[in-house]
């Protein structure tokens, strides 16, 4: 059995929920893909858009139950579980169902002239089991969305779900199963890391990974191992900047939703947030007005939820007594008082003003509900502090002025950029969603997204009708014609008489 009690369960989660799938039938899960693999790779597209319509409806059908899992076993709020995870998840199904079989097209592309006589092709080939190991913070979308999307690109797919959030996993695979997938076409593996390790050992042929940089590096040592090509979504230090000429009371509201929706743990979480001089104070307050009339309870109108994952309050409260002794301010909140019995999963916003890039608070990922707020002088100073990461994977930029938006966005090193909202590119399947440097390898979402499931393989064909080609053997007196047909092609102006002549000559020699 895999190695539950490595890391403790949470949001009540006991290790039964999480108990699954022993170690030793990962070869048979193998096996059970690659042959699946062998008939799901020959239906046409459409025939498999037609099992993910069938997932679409029965995702509907059981909307309540599925929002009140995720819910459950997160501790996110209702309202965040149906927006950021089943209809990120609906549409991401919509999107294939509309573009699939286009994206997915065998291409006729150009063929050089000096292949003259011949037809090319660039076809999309299913790469073949695609391992899709996905955490815990948005548990259903980050499982749903790559699995759906291998599946669709004629991969069989196996889904190692996060240990920590196993109902979810559970779920998922009932989901599956209602909507008649073939046997062995898209299976879910329920344990920790060890499983996780053990699926990457029985060689699948694409591994896509989302969750923390540190394990990454680690699933891309093993990946090299046996040259398995691998999408690494890692974590995120995301920056805010907020120019004195954005709309600030939007932009107050944004970097509060922005910093705290999941309690914070979103890769793509406004972490840290950098504040034009002149609006720094004004906006300070205006952060605070808006923290205070956020709703933390249990009822469907909570804005708030808990954290999912309780060593992750350990990490939190690390890099906000790192800060404080560094001369960090809490301008707002507090931690739970354990003596007076405030114990439990649920962390209140914190927020804190007088930060530098000295603190862990401003360079690594915290994954909590802790708005930092720093000032800057100038869009330079902007710039450079928001690249100051070893992190590339989104960032925002608040201003009213569009040029000046365009021109920062292009010199932000990461996977995205919004403007004057924030997060919200990864709900979008037209736009790639990945991210740089630490940050992760790849991208999925998007055509090259959904192409990135498949390997491109080029077609070239020649009807077959002619004896021999210029460039095979024999060579005897072509070498001058070829220098001929290179000077004439390839210089500064094209010389076609000569390169027709030269060209005509090779036949005869062929
Ligand atoms: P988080 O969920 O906090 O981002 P991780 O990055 O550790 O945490 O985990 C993400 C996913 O990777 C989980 O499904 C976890 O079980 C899995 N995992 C952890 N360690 C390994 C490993 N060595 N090999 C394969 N999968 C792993």
């Known amino acids: 059995m895999s190695n539950l009690t ?89 999107y294939l169902e509309r573009h699939a079989e286009r994206i997915l097209k065998t291409r006729k592309v ?66 599956f199963q209602k909507a008649g997938f073939p046997v062995g076409t898209v299976q879910v593996a329920h344990g920790a890391g060890d499983l996780g390790a053990k699926l ?48 600030l009371e939007r932009a107050a509201k944004g970097a509060v939703w922005g910093a705290l929706t999941n309690s914070g743990q979103v890769c793509v979480s406004a972490e840290r947030i950098y504040v034009e001089r002149p609006a720094y104070e004004r906006f300070v307050a205006l952060l605070k007005e808006q923290v205070r009339l956020l709703k933390q309870d ?72 802790v708005i930092c707020v720093m000032p800057f002088d100038g869009e330079e100073e902007a710039v450079r502090l928001a690249n100051d990461t070893r992190y590339g994977l989104s960032a925002s930029v608040w201003t009213r002025d569009a040029k000046k938006a365009r021109r920062i966005a292009a010199v932000l090193a990461c996977g995205s950029v919004v403007v004057n909202d924030t997060i919200v590119s990864i709900a979008s399947p037209y736009l790639p969603f990945g991210g740089i440097k630490e940050s992760g390898i790849g991208s999925y979402h998007g055509e090259a997204g959904l192409r990135a499931f498949t390997y491109p ?13 210029v460039n095979w053997f024999p060579y005897a007196g072509k070498y001058p014609l070829f220098l001929d047909l290179v000077r004439a092609y390839y210089g500064k102006r094209k010389q076609w008489r000569r390169f027709v002549r030269a060209y005509l000559r090779l036949l005869k020699k062929s």
């Open 6 to 94: 490595a890391k403790p369960a949470a949001a009540g989660n006991t290790v039964q929920d999480a108990a699954g799938t022993p170690l030793a039938s990962v070869p048979d899960m193998m096996r059970q893909a690659q042959r699946a693999f062998d008939t799901w790779r020959r239906l046409a597209v459409a025939e498999r858009l037609r099992y993910l319509t069938a997932l679409r409806l029965e995702l509907l059908e059981a909307l309540d139950e599925c929002v009140d899992v995720i819910a459950r076993d997160t501790g996110k709020p209702k309202t965040e579980a149906v927006t950021a995870e089943v209809l990120v998840v609906a549409e991401a199904i919509a």
């Open 110 to 175: 150009k063929t050089p002239l000096t292949l003259i006589g011949k037809t090319s092709y660039i076809a999309h080939e299913p790469c073949g089991v695609v391992l899709v190991i996905s955490p815990w913070n948005f548990p259903f979308m980050l499982a749903a969305v790559p699995a759906l999307s291998a599946l669709a690109a004629g991969n069989s797919v196996i889904i190692k779900p996060s240990e920590v959030t196993p109902k979810v996993g559970k779920w998922m695979e009932a989901w």
């Open 200 to 247: 990457i050992e029985a060689h699948p042929d694409y591994i896509f990974f989302t969750g923390s940089t540190k394990t990454g590096k680690i699933i891309q040592e093993a990946a090299a191992r046996q040259l398995i090509p691998t999408t690494l979504e890692l974590g995120g230090k995301d920056p805010m900047i907020i120019f004195q000429d954005a709309h």
């Open 298 to 369: 249990d009822s469907d109108d909570a804005d708030l939820g808990s954290m999912t994952f309780a060593p992750q309050i350990d990490i939190v409260k690390d890099h906000v007594h790192d800060a404080v002794s560094k001369g960090a301010v809490v301008a707002y909140g507090r931690f739970p008082d354990e003596r007076k019995g405030e114990t439990g999963l649920k962390l209140g916003p914190l927020i804190l003003t007088d930060v530098t890039h000295e603190m862990k608070v401003m360079r690594e990922e915290t994954f909590g509900p």
């Open 457 to 469: 393989k080029a077609i070239l064909v020649d009807r077959g009708r002619k004896k021999s080609e």
